[in-house]
């Protein structure tokens, strides 16, 4: 059955550093997305992406944030100089066209020190 | 705004009873819901959901859940639970297929 990939699975990086964390939608997806949870927090929207462009973002998508898909298979978020308060799981979910579920991966924990 | 509340962050259940886990959604019309469920080390899967219709949902795993508009709730049931079924789950709403609010989760336990 096809998954959602994300690499790493654990990021440890010191603060103020970039980090590119990747995922791998299922291969016939088109839209794509990213949401983070914070140790003991709900899961949170971040960014929608469709047709190389940002769809939507919330207001914790500011401009340390950016995504992009850089060849046909993959979908990455890089945080451009992490804070402490960025340490969470950060998921990648993605969904067909005329689709209504998001499939998401495993998840990247994220640790800033 | 949309919001969504589980109010049970923690839940224990012995083996071959019955689960209910609860959901409560704020938003101004009827919204899209979802429940996923994510086991130690694995991504959010989807258990089932909810767009018009039927109220009365079926999912994957013996799993069920009834939309209640009156009480803006969208609770998830299982007749007799397993050991297998000892993981997180995450109500979800949304307005679109788009963007998703979560709940923030509540943890299954299973007693043998």
């Known amino acids: 059955e096809p998954e959602v990939t994300q690499t790493p699975s654990h990021q440890v990086t010191q603060m103020g550093q970039e980090v590119i964390l990747r995922c791998v939608p299922i291969s016939n997806h088109l839209y794509f997305y990213w949401y983070r949870q914070i140790l003991g927090q709900k899961v949170e929207f971040l960014v929608s992406?469709?047709?190389?462009?940002?769809?939507?973002k919330s207001e914790i998508f500011d401009d340390q944030f950016s995504v992009e898909r850089p060849d046909g298979s993959n979908f990455t978020l890089k945080i451009r100089s992490t804070k402490l308060e960025d340490s969470a799981m950060y998921f990648c979910?993605?969904?067909?066209?005329?689709?209504?579920?998001?499939?998401f991966g495993p998840g990247t924990r994220l640790t800033v020190l | 705004a949309q919001s969504v509340t589980q109010p049970d962050i923690h839940i224990t259940v012995s083996e071959g009873a019955s689960l209910e886990l609860r959901c409560n959604y704020s938003y101004g019309a009827t919204p899209y819901l979802f429940w996923y469920v994510q086991s130690p080390g694995q991504g959010l899967q989807l258990l089932l959901k909810y767009f018009s219709g039927d109220t009365l949902v079926q999912g994957i795993k013996g799993f069920e859940a009834e939309f209640k508009r009156s009480q803006s709730s969208f609770n998830l049931r299982k007749p007799s639970v397993h050991w297998s079924d000892a993981a997180e789950y995450f109500c979800?709403?949304?307005?679109?297929?788009?963007?998703?609010?979560f709940g923030s989760g509540t943890k299954l336990n299973v007693k043998p």
């Open positions: 979910a993605s969904r067909g066209t005329g689709g209504n579920e998001q499939f």
């Open positions: 992406f469709y047709n190389n462009e940002i769809s939507e």
């Open positions: 979800a709403v949304g307005a679109s297929f788009n963007k998703f609010y």
